[in-house]
């Protein structure tokens, strides 16, 4: 299968589920180029510059199952962009910009669970509830899952939804590396062109937060009563490492 056929039928795949279809409507919205490339360090990436506009740029190297997942990872990022009223991550202050990507990518790793679970439930085929292993979030999808078995469904109820986003932050080894690349993209984009573009400085409000854990029509897991306290320090502590890294921004 040749890379064309290879992307057409992931998009295929995920158009077939309620929820990935959603992802598939505003992919097309966003005009987003979708592209296999080898020896990336990770399964998928999702981007946007002036010169390429919206890609995702997903490694060939891994197997379709693991591409599956991170197509719906990287396009619920898409998503999450066409909600939020900024052009870049970097327009917020680094302490800002850190807590709200990881706000971000544990929706996204959350809402990518919820995808591979209802193709698992069209196809029967468990290798879906395998897929995010390639890059370390078996975690994510148990915390999911063992909702699920205990009565809980995803089509309705919150606590599948938040049990995976409050897993993403118990990996502090994780929480780091997205700390540090975001210091790092940060210390890139000043000393860029861009800087000057997207020199509208912002900070993370409550309405910016509220747009992420949107599930369906008056369905948010993020809020309402049961909502998670994203102020908590489980979620905005950031340590003496990275605390020191920021100074150099």
Not at 40 to 67: E, H, K, P, R, V
Not at 106 to 122: F, G, I, P, W
Not at 221 to 241: A, D, E, W
Request: overall charge negative.
């Amino acid at each position: 299968m040749n890379a064309d056929d290879r992307i057409d039928h992931l998009v295929g795949c995920l158009n077939e589920t309620r929820l990935g279809k959603v992802l598939i409507e505003l992919g097309i919205l966003q005009d987003i180029q979708i592209n296999l490339i080898s020896n990336m360090d990770t399964a998928g990436y999702y981007s946007y510059s002036i010169m390429n506009g919206y890609q995702i740029d997903l490694n060939a190297d891994c197997d379709d199952y693991t591409l599956f997942a991170a197509l719906a990872h990287e396009l619920r990022h898409a998503e999450q962009w066409m909600s939020l009223e900024i052009n870049s991550i970097y327009q917020l202050p680094i302490e800002d910009a850190i807590i709200l990507q990881r706000y971000m990518e544990a929706d996204a790793s959350a809402y990518s669970q919820a995808v591979l679970y209802e193709r698992y439930e069209q196809t029967g085929d468990m290798k879906y509830l395998s897929a995010t292993a390639e890059y370390d979030e078996s975690d994510i999808q148990r915390a999911f899952i063992k909702q699920i078995h205990g009565g809980q469904d995803y089509k309705d109820s919150p606590k599948p939804y938040q049990s995976a986003f409050k897993q993403w932050f118990k990996k502090q080894d994780r929480i780091d590396h997205y700390d540090a690349a975001l210091i790092e993209g940060k210390k890139a984009f000043n000393e860029n062109f861009l800087s000057l573009i997207f020199n509208k400085q912002s900070s993370l409000t409550k309405k910016m937060i509220s747009t992420l854990g949107v599930v369906g029509p008056d369905f948010n897991y993020l809020s309402g009563k049961s909502r998670l306290n994203l102020g908590h320090s489980t979620y905005t502590q950031l340590p003496q490492h990275t605390i020191k890294a920021m100074k150099n921004v």
